[in-house]
Nanobody, 125 residues
Framework: QVQLVESGGGLVQAGGSLRLSCAAS????????MGWFRQAPGKEREFVAAITWSGGSTHYADSVKGRFTISRDNAKNTVYLHMNSLKPEDTAVYYCADAPWDTSNLRRRNEYAYWGQGTQVTVSS
């Protein structure tokens, strides 16, 4: 059973930065990609960013492009989300997720089989 554990959330002022981490364990094979999603109160969970393990191809939501960077450490089975120039509208619970198989659409929640428990990010104005 794959387990994903997020860390690094917290409270930050607008314009500040945070780095989220997601450590994966329990694998018997390398998955295809990892993604980050977020869910604000009263809203649906939305795609933020994704990265493939092999090749490091990255994908971003338009709302975070240029401010957030996703990266991975294959040796540590860990994915990071570096968040800069944070805005109050970035406030949400952030989830990492594992996409086990090759897919052409990493923005879709259904492509991900395993999810972390989430970490809260709060950006004050």
């Amino acid at each position: 059973q794959v387990q994903l554990v997020e860390s690094g959330g917290g409270l930050v002022q607008a314009g500040g930065s945070l780095r989220l981490s997601c450590a994966a364990s329990g694998r018997t094979f390398r998955s295809y990609a990892m993604g980050w999603f977020r869910q604000a109160p009263g809203k649906e969970r939305e795609f933020v960013a994704a990265i493939t393990w092999s090749g490091g191809s990255t994908h971003y939501a338009d709302s975070v492009k240029g401010r957030f960077t996703i990266s991975r450490d294959n040796a540590k089975n860990t994915v990071y989300l570096h968040m800069n120039s944070l805005k109050p509208e970035d406030t949400a619970v952030y989830y990492c997720a594992d996409a086990p198989w090759d897919t052409s659409n990493l923005r879709r929640r259904n492509e991900y089989a395993y999810w972390g428990q989430g970490t809260q990010v709060t950006v004050s104005s």
